[in-house]
């Protein structure tokens, strides 16, 4: 791995670093913030995957999320959203597909499943990775994340059931097998198979059975995406049909963007701290 910035914050270190991603087959960027705490001990981890048109940049300059994890000892990492180079395809002209919006999913089709393994990455590479290079304790882990990125979150921790300790989501895409957002990325990297899509969707993943860690959502009353993309209730239907505890709150007049997120992040990080302490 490269290190190409480290940035003293709040008596802990901002670092981002570069490497040669097995999975997406590129140059893949992440940051990394590491709290005082990590100068003298091993922490627990909290993943942050970020939404549409993003990168691991976003997070880290307006979430104002390292104040909090260096009251509280964690470490927080934070990926990229999709593959990038040269090489990897893209679609230049949309938001929501391409680079920017790898959507945390194995791509079956081509062109794009040489590079959008994204779901592999985030779930495999990545940890082993923060484990190996820094000091992380390999049993506690948590993730978050933001539209897309909590539709990441949602799917990762439903998928694999004890790798994470705790979820919590802003605004999260909840069904994407009906959302415009996730079908227009569904039929480009998974095909028109829409039964493939349900192994991608944390609505239906809860109706198959999957279990979900303790949880945290959090969706703006004001996100002008509320209606047509984002179905939180559909997920709430889902854990109420299966007796699953899901801390779904509706936070009166808050929109999509990270105003919200800044606004709540110290409680989603409060809730992954105190679940990572009973590990």
């Given at each position: 791995?490269?290190?190409?910035?480290?940035?003293?914050?709040?008596?802990?270190?901002?670092?981002?670093?570069?490497?040669?991603?097995?999975?997406?087959?590129?140059?893949?960027?992440?940051?990394?913030?590491?709290?005082?705490?990590?100068?003298?001990?091993?922490?627990?981890?909290?993943?942050?995957?970020?939404?549409?048109?993003?990168?691991?940049?976003?997070?880290?300059?307006?979430?104002?999320?390292?104040?909090?994890?260096?009251?509280?000892?964690?470490?927080?990492?934070?990926?990229?959203?999709?593959?990038?180079?040269d090489d990897v395809p893209d679609a230049p002209e949309r938001y929501d597909l391409g680079k920017g919006a790898g959507f945390y999913v194995n791509a079956t089709q081509a062109p794009?499943?040489?590079?959008?393994?994204?779901?592999?990455?985030?779930?495999?590479?990545?940890?082993?990775?923060?484990?190996?290079?820094?000091?992380?304790?390999?049993?506690?882990?948590?993730?978050?994340?933001?539209?897309?990125?909590?539709?990441?979150?949602?799917?990762?921790?439903?998928?694999?059931?004890?790798?994470?300790?705790?979820?919590?989501?802003?605004?999260?895409?909840?069904?994407?097998?009906?959302?415009?957002?996730?079908?227009?990325?569904?039929?480009?990297?998974?095909?028109?198979?829409?039964?493939?899509?349900?192994?991608?969707?944390?609505?239906?993943?809860?109706?198959?059975?999957?279990?979900?860690?303790?949880?945290?959502i959090d969706h703006g009353t004001g996100d002008e995406f509320l209606a047509e993309q984002l179905f939180p209730h559909n997920l709430q239907a889902a854990c109420a049909a299966r007796d699953i505890p899901l801390k779904l709150r509706m936070q009166d007049?808050?929109?999509?963007?990270?105003?919200?997120?800044?606004?709540?992040?110290?409680?989603?990080?409060?809730?992954?701290?105190?679940?990572?302490?009973?590990?």
């Amino acid at each position: 791995m490269k290190q190409v910035e480290r940035i003293k914050e709040f008596g802990g270190w901002l670092e981002r670093w570069q490497h040669e991603s097995t999975s997406c087959h590129c140059t893949m960027t992440f940051s990394v913030y590491l709290p005082p705490q990590a100068a003298t001990q091993d922490c627990p981890v909290v993943y942050w995957l970020s939404g549409l048109t993003c990168t691991d940049d976003n997070v880290r300059t307006k979430a104002g999320a390292q104040r909090y994890a260096a009251e509280l000892g964690l470490i927080l990492v934070m990926p990229d959203t999709s593959p990038r180079g040269d090489d990897v395809p893209d679609a230049p002209e949309r938001y929501d597909l391409g680079k920017g919006a790898g959507f945390y999913v194995n791509a079956t089709q081509a062109p794009w499943a040489t590079h959008y393994q994204m779901y592999d990455y985030v779930t495999r590479e990545l940890p082993a990775l923060v484990e190996a290079h820094f000091p992380a304790i390999p049993d506690r882990r948590a993730i978050s994340g933001h539209s897309m990125g909590g539709h990441g979150a949602l799917i990762c921790a439903l998928k694999n059931p004890g790798l994470y300790v705790s979820v919590s989501a802003f605004a999260p895409i909840c069904n994407p097998a009906i959302s415009p957002w996730g079908r227009g990325c569904f039929s480009a990297y998974l095909g028109d198979d829409q039964t493939s899509w349900s192994a991608w969707d944390a609505t239906r993943l809860i109706q198959a059975g999957a279990p979900l860690p303790p949880a945290l959502i959090d969706h703006g009353t004001g996100d002008e995406f509320l209606a047509e993309q984002l179905f939180p209730h559909n997920l709430q239907a889902a854990c109420a049909a299966r007796d699953i505890p899901l801390k779904l709150r509706m936070q009166d007049g808050y929109d999509h963007s990270y105003h919200f997120i800044a606004t709540f992040i110290g409680e989603h990080l409060a809730f992954h701290a105190s679940a990572l302490s009973k590990r």
